[in-house]
């Protein structure tokens, strides 16, 4: 199987929502939240459920070259690369 293909596994099923439990706690919700199109990363994104309602997840395969990673993140309306 691809790694890309990989499900989340069963502690990762378990963390995710008690990670995004800790950070509601601190205030530390994004606005938006980005994830990989790999499947473990949906799903952990999923579970995290950080996105305000509305907002969504937003799918994307980032780019290892810095430079593109760097124009992906210029291409989020509203955001800045520190904001993000």
């Known amino acids: 199987m691809a790694d890309h293909d990989?499900?989340?596994n069963k502690r990762g099923r378990e963390?995710?929502?008690r990670i995004g439990?800790?950070?509601m706690a601190q205030n530390l919700a994004p606005d938006l939240l980005l994830c990989s199109t790999a499947l473990r990363a949906q799903a952990?994104?999923?579970l995290?459920?950080?996105a305000p309602e509305g907002a969504g997840v937003r799918?994307?395969?980032l780019a290892?070259?810095?430079n593109r990673v760097r124009r992906q993140y210029d291409d989020l309306p509203g955001y800045s690369r520190a904001g993000v």
Do not use: I, S
Request: glycine letters at 4%; a positive charge.
């Open 6 to 8: 990989r499900p989340l």
């Open 15 to 17: 963390a995710a929502p």
């Open 21 to 23: 439990a800790l950070l």
């Open 44 to 46: 952990t994104a999923g």
């Open 48 to 50: 995290v459920a950080l």
């Open 59 to 61: 799918p994307r395969r």
């Open 64 to 66: 290892a070259d810095q």
